[in-house]
């Protein structure tokens, strides 16, 4: 295990460790291919799907953060979930959470479904009985997301790690919307760990990339062969783009985390939200394994809008600083419409299934000026109070914080328990 701090590790991935000039930042190798020294004498490298030394340096280093033997860079944060599945087979069982990211369920119902790639049987961890249904299903894989998408809700690795020592399952934790500053799940004891690094590890909306962390060489062995093999390895101008933006991940989640803190403060106390979807609200029914487990409540946080789903469009149309995408985890604030956007993909009976309502939002809180944040947020719900009762518009505005574009964030209290793990 790492003695370094994880700031160190991310700032200094690569710094000042090239032979050939002494440069500070690491080279891009763009190459294909390597020449062999001589007839039959390759050298380190010889194909870059198979190896290359930037890919290698990012894999080196998310292993380093998150705790593990082996990390593996791949070109898709899905790719580094179909990885991960090359470890069982059609007579093994794959347990999954039901709310778990939507093209994640998408690969693996259809790996289920249409190739009988492996038996699946889906979980609500929230329910008392999970434990149950996973004894039952005797899985060889149980695949966790914690906090969810876009719910937040939270599963308890440690106690789920436990269980799948009874049947020698292998757990796997998606760690996107933490990243290793805000949750090592390998310190857990989880086996595999996987990212779209797409999100917070590379933390500026210009890649798509995925990793894998591997607790064990030789599980990090099999699925580096895998990721030949498939062809799922990153190129080498996404993984360099990934290391710049890795190097600043810590003060980057801690700005963020800053910002949501405000704004879910600013939420509670907004009429037109119904309810506020936060692990670091006190009365969010993961709360305490969240702050048990998690370094930080991170900076992903959904609501539901008290208003008619007709109104949605005027919400959305009023913002101006959160920008209206599917992703999450760059520096920019973004915010999503679950049911048509991240989960279009599920169907109405399994959207409600999963607790996922009409009018429920998510933001991805980004690291702009949290006050700026707080008055578009304002904008919206103004707009929205004016379409739906066009007298109140004046008192509204006042009430819901429209005068803050000018204030600072010291005028937004701020919740304590928020702030406890920083
Ligand atoms: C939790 C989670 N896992 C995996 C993925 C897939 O990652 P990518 O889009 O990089 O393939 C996503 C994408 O949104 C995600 O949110």
Redo the contacts with the bound molecule.
């Keep these: 295990m790492s003695q370094r701090h994880s700031a160190t590790i991310a700032a200094r991935a690569g710094i000042a460790q090239d032979p050939a000039f002494g440069a500070v930042t690491p080279p891009l190798y763009l190459t294909s291919t390597y020449e062999l020294k001589a007839f039959k004498q390759p050298g380190q490298y010889d194909y870059s799907r198979s190896n290359n030394p930037t890919r290698d340096l990012l894999g080196e280093t998310l292993a380093e953060l998150e705790g593990g033997a082996k990390g593996l860079v791949t070109n898709?944060?899905?790719?580094?979930?179909l990885l991960a599945l090359q470890l069982i087979g059609p007579d093994d069982t794959l347990v999954i959470p039901h709310d778990?990211?939507g093209?994640?369920y998408r690969l693996f119902f259809n790996l289920a479904s249409r190739k009988r790639a492996f038996k699946l049987k889906v979980v609500n961890f929230q329910l008392e009985q999970w434990a149950e249904e996973v004894r039952a299903a005797k899985p060889a894989m149980i695949w966790l997301?914690t906090p969810s998408?876009p719910l937040l809700q939270i599963t308890d690795i440690q106690a789920v790690v436990a269980l799948a020592k009874e049947f020698s399952a292998k757990v796997v934790v998606?760690n996107?919307?933490l990243s290793p500053v805000l949750q090592k799940p390998l310190d857990l004891g989880a086996d595999i760990v996987?990212?779209?690094?797409?999100?917070f590890i590379n933390g500026h909306s210009d890649i798509?990339?995925?990793a894998l962390i591997a607790k064990e060489q030789s599980v990090g062995d099999e699925l580096k062969w895998w990721a030949n093999c498939l062809g799922v390895t990153a190129g080498a101008f996404d993984s360099y783009q990934t290391l710049r933006g890795l190097r600043t991940l810590l003060p980057r989640i801690k700005q963020h985390q800053h910002n949501a803190a405000l704004v879910v403060d600013y939420l509670q106390q907004q009429p037109l939200v119904n309810k506020v979807y936060y692990p670091g609200l006190p009365d969010h029914p993961g709360h305490a394994i969240a702050k048990a487990q998690q370094f930080g409540f991170g900076s992903m946080l959904s609501f539901d809008l008290a208003a008619d789903e007709a109104l949605l469009p005027v919400f959305f149309s009023a913002l101006k600083c959160f920008t209206l995408a599917?992703?999450?985890g760059g520096i920019e604030s973004l915010i999503c419409h679950p049911g048509s956007m991240?989960h279009a993909s599920l169907d109405a009976a399994t959207q409600k299934a999963a607790g996922i309502g009409p009018t429920l939002i998510r933001l991805s809180v980004g690291i702009e000026d949290a006050a700026e944040l707080i008055a578009d947020l304002a904008q919206g719900f103004a707009a929205v109070q004016q379409q739906s009762d066009p007298t109140a518009q004046a008192s509204a505005a006042a009430a819901q914080g429209g005068q803050s574009t000018a204030g600072s964030d010291a005028q937004f209290r701020l919740n304590p328990a928020f702030t406890a793990l920083w």
């Design positions: 898709t944060g899905m790719s580094a979930c778990c990211y093209g994640s997301e998408n998606d996107t919307f996987v990212h779209s690094t797409t999100k798509i990339g995925g599917q992703s999450l991240t």
